[in-house]
């Protein structure tokens, strides 16, 4: 059985009880990932709160030695239907080019802070890494 390792929020970011992501043999778990920035702020726009989820992404899979590439499969809560089409754009920039990770993208009531719009979470393969 592979040890597991935990990825621990940056400093200075408030958390909840929870690992940011944790790897065990050949994938990565990543925990939902909402938009704070580096400070822990969370703007107004849902354009710059994918912008900090995919910063924050990248950051985990860049201290795990992985990149977008190695995204297997991503779930995307949005709190607000008419954020899909704008999701979706920025989404193909951010991931693309095809082929994309799997994904289910869901409309939420709520998230666990009112501000939060968009929360994603994921599975990345480390296999190419061994």
Do not use: W
């Amino acid at each position: 059985m592979s040890a597991i390792k935990h990825f621990l929020p940056p400093d200075g970011v408030k958390s909840p009880p929870l690992s940011f992501a944790a790897r065990v043999g050949d994938l990565l778990f990543i925990s939902g990932i909402p938009g704070f920035d580096a400070n822990g702020a969370l703007p107004d726009s849902f354009e710059a709160q994918f912008g900090n989820v995919v910063t924050n992404i990248k950051r985990i899979l860049d201290e795990a030695g992985a990149t977008f590439r190695d995204l297997v499969k991503l779930n995307v809560l949005l709190t607000r239907a008419s954020d899909v089409a704008t999701m979706n754009k920025l989404y193909a920039e951010a991931f693309g080019p095809a082929p994309y990770p799997a994904r289910t993208t869901c409309v939420v009531v709520a998230l666990p802070n009112p501000q939060m719009l968009i929360e994603i979470e994921g599975v990345a393969s480390l296999a190419r890494l061994q």
